[in-house]
């Protein structure tokens, strides 16, 4: 399951922000003494509607939307949120039951029941937004309710990783009202019951939160407001936070940023590194005539050196990965590594030659400028080097805004492109299911038939998550052998804050999440 150590990394001789289970160091007292905490990242919303996002997106919702199931303090499965309850009723995990809590409201006063959570999941698969979460529900069969109170999930298949769907922001709880049945709502009024209200957003700017009083859950604000502030780069974040224009850093923290927080000593930054489950990965677009061979992208598997781009670009902020599914979760695998090696531009010549393909092959590779941190650009100038020295490609790079970028892969108008993932949650299956089937989070319809049809149904009959290894491992040696996808680098959680802020022990989900109620101000030693 999810590794949830993680160690301190100390910058200043002071306590720092610590992202495991325990006793803060810091006062409770006056937790908004200093007006709103200001959160800092480089990942804005795609879209605030919840049905059209399966990204980054997510990190807002989570605080401004509820869920029936979420993950309070310290869990690393899902518990009721605006469920009182929920559970399996039968042995074979298909009929899913919650019960609502009693006298929930959206922060406008509209009164949250059952129908409502029927309705915000119906909506999701009639709008099949593309890149939209209706991948996630491919197990469901129908939703029914009973009163006001109760949801019945009836499920096509066994799928013991149901709970962790639901419990994802992407199932987010919207008010009938104000979200139209057959298409996303567009404007930038969100009407939620989470623990915030969103009092005003600037796309690519910033969003303001402010305390909801009428949420009911598990979550406990320690601040009245929180305003997230989206940077273009980590060089103008950390700028911000020195400044003192932002209080806490997450997402997008560039390398050497990070090194530099490490190795200089300053009395008012605090930085954590931790474990995190993070992927980078390029896309072949089976469209492609090029990508869509199984030469090329074999021949581009054998050339990358992962261990280059780790330590090169990303200063060893990051880890090689060799497979889809990251170390640290029960089912890992190497298969890429097993297969492939060392990078060796011998063994990928003869993959060509065998192929019949003698000439360098062109390939554009596509990245995002603004979405996956500031290393993105030098990694794809370091790709375009490896593979160029080989001479066995030639590389054209091109590269968009995260809005544009989604259009264009979602139009299949990329050869290649990068793409990263954060996990929707901490399971093996998070890692596979949503890159394969004809619908799915990349935009690119893989149909993997042994993998969706077989040893993902297998998997998830299985509520003893120990025991779906074998088909895990199975799936993976399948997408090494497409090649279709290749992992890159698995990295980790860098959080810099001032060291006024506290409340952070928790504060990161299972899925790295920030929670933003728990963080708070330092008012005593």
């Not at 406008?108 to 529900?137: K, M, N, Q």
């Not at 911000?240 to 090194?259: H, N, S």
């Not at 092959?361 to 596509?366: A, D, I, K, N, Q």
């Amino acid at each position: 399951m999810f590794n949830r150590n993680r160690f301190l990394r100390r910058v200043a001789a002071i306590a720092s922000l610590s992202l495991v289970a325990g006793c803060s160091l810091l006062s409770d007292d006056d937790p908004d003494s200093q007006g709103p905490i200001v959160v800092g990242t480089t990942s804005a919303p795609s879209t605030l509607d919840p049905a059209g996002a399966w990204d980054g997106s997510w990190e807002l919702y989570r605080n401004i939307f509820q869920t029936l199931l979420a993950y309070p303090n310290g869990a690393t499965t899902p518990q009721p949120d605006a469920a009182e309850s929920c559970s399996f009723t039968d042995s074979t995990s298909r009929t899913y039951r919650c019960k609502l809590r009693a006298g929930l409201k959206f922060a406008d006063g509209d009164p949250l029941t059952a129908e409502a959570v029927r309705y915000s999941i119906d909506r999701i698969r009639a709008i099949d937004a593309p890149g939209g979460p209706a991948g996630l529900l491919g197990s469901l069969d129908r939703v029914r309710t009973s009163g006001d109170r109760e949801i019945v999930f009836h499920l096509n298949q066994p799928d013991a990783t149901f709970p962790f769907v639901l419990a994802t922001p992407a199932m987010s709880i919207v008010d009938p009202d104000d979200y139209p049945r057959g298409s996303l709502r567009e404007d930038s009024s969100v009407h939620g019951s989470g623990p915030y209200e969103l009092e005003s957003y600037e796309e690519g700017d910033k969003a303001v939160l402010v305390r909801n009083d009428t949420y009911q859950g598990f979550a406990e604000p320690k601040n009245d407001a929180v305003t997230i502030r989206y940077f273009k780069d980590s060089a103008g974040m950390v700028k911000a936070l020195k400044d003192r224009r932002i209080d806490v850093t997450y997402r997008g923290l560039a390398a050497d940023d990070i090194l530099a927080l490490q190795e200089h000593d300053d009395e008012e930054l605090q930085l954590v590194d931790g474990t995190g489950t993070d992927i980078s990965y390029l896309v072949f677009n089976p469209k492609d005539p090029w990508a869509r061979q199984p030469a090329v992208r074999k021949a581009v598997a054998q050339i990358v050196d992962r261990g280059a781009i780790a330590h090169k670009v990303y200063k060893d902020t990051v880890d090689p990965l060799y497979s889809m599914v990251p170390k640290g979760l029960t089912g890992h695998a190497t298969g890429f590594f097993d297969d492939y090696g060392d990078p060796s531009v011998p063994k990928a010549r003869k993959i060509l030659s065998d192929a019949g393909i003698t000439r360098p092959v062109p390939l554009t590779l596509w990245y995002t400028t603004d979405r996956y941190g500031s290393e993105t650009a030098l990694m794809f100038r370091e790709l375009k080097r490896q593979l160029e020295d080989s001479g066995l490609f030639t590389i054209t790079l091109k590269s968009r805004p995260w809005k544009s970028y989604v259009v264009g892969y979602q139009k299949g108008e990329y050869p290649v492109f990068g793409r990263g993932w954060f996990p929707d949650f901490p399971d093996a299956d998070n890692f596979i299911a949503p890159f394969v089937g004809e619908h799915n989070a990349l935009g690119t319809p893989y149909p993997a038939k042994e993998i969706t049809d077989r040893l993902l149904p297998h998997a998830r009959a299985e509520s003893d998550r120990a025991r779906t290894v074998k088909d895990l491992e199975a799936a993976q040696q399948i997408m090494v052998d497409d090649a279709r996808l290749l992992p890159l680098w698995q990295g980790r959680q860098f959080v810099a804050a001032s060291v006024d802020i506290s409340g952070g022990e928790q504060a990161l989900d299972p899925s790295t999440i920030m929670m933003m109620w728990m963080l708070h101000r330092k008012t005593s030693w």
